[in-house]
């Protein structure tokens, strides 16, 4: 194999491996929120619907593999850290509440490591979407579909191309 095939061949095998690291991460995260019935309030279903969104974007990519589809992953995969931040700043929150509620007089660092370290909810265990998000970010980092439609040399002679240079 020449090297552009060969890059392209491993950067392929890379980005299918991403693919099950991601489908992995969101079954097991999907499984966990619905036996942990996390379903309480609208914003609890957002992990839920943005796991559902995401392998809905991944299948209809791996069908199409058009520019439009890797956006649609790739819009997912940013609402996943965008909500992995919100889940992590709303656990937290729920978590001082408690604290406070236990304890009135309690503040500053030892608010904090309190309401970090409760078991529930977990405060940053919405991490983990953020996690996935950057998995799925890294699935579509330049990924084919981006370049099918652009004028200029392909991105293999582009890589070619740098290689003689």
Known sequence: MTGSFAETGALD???????????TGM????????????????????????IAAAFAATVW?????SIVSLRAVQ????LFIAAGLLG??????????????MDASIDGM???WK???AKTPPAVAPGSMVQLGFIGLAYT??????????????????VEKRKVL
Not at 75 to 78: A, K, L
Not at 144 to 156: D, I, L, N
């Open 13 to 23: 095998r890379l980005r299918r491996i991403l693919l099950l690291i991601l489908w």
């Open 61 to 65: 990519h791996l069908l199409d593999r």
């Open 141 to 158: 980092y330049k990924h084919p579909a981006a370049y099918r439609f652009t004028k200029g040399p392909s991105r293999a002679e582009a």
């Open 115 to 117: 309401a970090i370290a």
């Open 27 to 50: 079954s097991g995260t999907g499984i966990e929120l619905i036996l942990l019935e996390h379903h309480e309030d609208p914003t609890q279903l957002i992990p839920l619907a943005l």
């Open 88 to 101: 992590m700043y709303l656990h937290y929150q729920a978590n001082m509440e408690f604290q406070h509620e």
């Open 75 to 78: 819009m997912t995969m940013v």
């Open 110 to 112: 030892e608010l904090f």
